[in-house]
């Protein structure tokens, strides 16, 4: 996503000297109609995120200049296309954008995807940066060398680094799916996904209608799915990371009571649990045939 972002004349909110502040997407450029040059008044959303509240009128400059959605990237120079049912524009570059390789590779490592232990932000801008990491395969041939002839990084670091992927190597499908930054498939799409398919090759055939018949798959959600693996490029990239050693074992079709109480319900999990930490109890609560939310709507029937 291309996201617009203010530049300050750095001013203190709450204690801290704010410089940037998120203006979320262009609809609310043009609802809040903020301009180049305006005087605006701004807060910290949840006391964390400096955000836009308002634009101080009288205070504009004479002639200030609309906010317009850029043609091009100001990353890759690719163009910036925004679909009429969306707020959101993107560039299309996909992972030839320096800036969405970046947030994919984050994604990536994060824990609830491959976990890569030591592979944070400041890494992956200087692997990008420097050129060394061009896809996420490449991150699976880093060497000890290169690794640790990068700015603070050190043999030690570097070590580390190269055991937490080979450790990571060690997965499960519906995790490496997830890893895969499919839009709109998340950890429970990913694991319905992986349920009905169990493996890549017959992921890649699925229709969009046949899709839409699993639960929690949608008519966006599906396109999404078949038109990430009819791109080569997302194809190439993962036969490569297969060629490299991630695996996972190959699922087992467990029966489940039906006529337990949590079977097909929708179960939310709030607080803190005393008996078990929460992924834990997510575990058993899927093993039941329950849903898992991150928050409570009207489809959620226990809290």
Same mark, same amino acid.
């Given at each position: 996503?291309?996201?617009?972002?203010?530049?300050?004349?750095?001013?203190?909110?709450?204690?801290?000297?704010?410089?940037?502040?998120?203006?979320?997407?262009?609809?609310?450029?043009?609802?809040?109609?903020?301009?180049?040059g305006d005087t605006v008044i701004i807060r910290r959303a949840g006391d964390v995120i400096p955000e836009v509240v308002s634009v101080i009128l009288?205070?504009?400059?004479?002639?200030?200049?609309?906010?317009?959605?850029?043609?091009?990237?100001?990353?890759?120079?690719?163009?910036?296309?925004?679909?009429?049912?969306?707020?959101i524009a993107r560039c299309i570059g996909g992972l030839y954008c320096?800036?969405?390789?970046?947030?994919?590779?984050?994604? +990536?490592?994060?824990?609830?995807a491959m976990y890569i232990e030591g592979l944070g932000s400041v890494l992956i801008d200087q692997l990008v940066d420097e050129g060394i990491v061009h896809h996420l395969a490449d991150l699976y041939e880093l060497d000890l060398q290169t690794l640790a002839n990068l700015p603070r990084m050190g043999e030690k670091s570097a070590k580390n680094l190269l055991s937490a992927l080979e450790?990571?190597?060690?997965?499960? +499908?519906?995790?490496?799916?997830?890893?895969?930054?499919?839009?709109?498939?998340?950890?429970?799409?990913?694991?319905?996904?992986?349920?009905?398919?169990?493996?890549?090759?017959?992921?890649?055939?699925?229709?969009?209608?046949?899709?839409?018949?699993?639960n929690d798959i949608g008519p966006v959600a599906a396109s999404h799915v078949v038109h +990430? +693996?009819?791109?080569?490029?997302?194809?190439?990239?993962?036969?490569?990371?297969?060629?490299?050693?991630?695996?996972?074992?190959?699922p087992e079709k467990i029966q489940v009571n039906q006529q337990n109480p949590f079977f097909g319900k929708t179960v939310v999990l709030t607080g803190t649990l005393s008996a078990m930490g929460r992924e834990e109890a997510k575990a058993k609560l899927l093993a039941l045939g329950a849903k898992v939310s991150g928050s409570v709507s009207s489809k959620t029937d226990y809290v």
């Open positions: 996503a291309v996201t617009p972002v203010a530049r300050l004349e750095p001013v203190s909110v709450g204690g801290v000297t704010v410089s940037n502040a998120t203006l979320h997407n262009f609809d609310e450029i043009t609802r809040k109609d903020i301009r180049i009288e205070k504009r400059p004479i002639n200030a200049r609309k906010i317009e959605l850029p043609k091009n990237c100001p990353v890759c120079g690719s163009e910036v296309v925004r679909e009429a049912d969306e707020a320096k800036a969405q390789l970046k947030r994919m590779m984050w994604h +990536f490592a994060s824990r609830k450790k990571s190597k060690k997965t499960t +499908f519906n995790r490496f799916l997830y890893a895969l930054g499919i839009r709109e498939i998340g950890e429970a799409g990913a694991r319905v996904l992986a349920e009905h398919y169990c493996d890549v090759e017959s992921l890649k055939s699925a229709t969009i209608e046949e899709l839409m018949t699993l +990430f +693996f009819a791109q080569a490029h997302n194809l190439e990239v993962i036969d490569r990371l297969l060629e490299l050693g991630i695996h996972w074992p190959k």
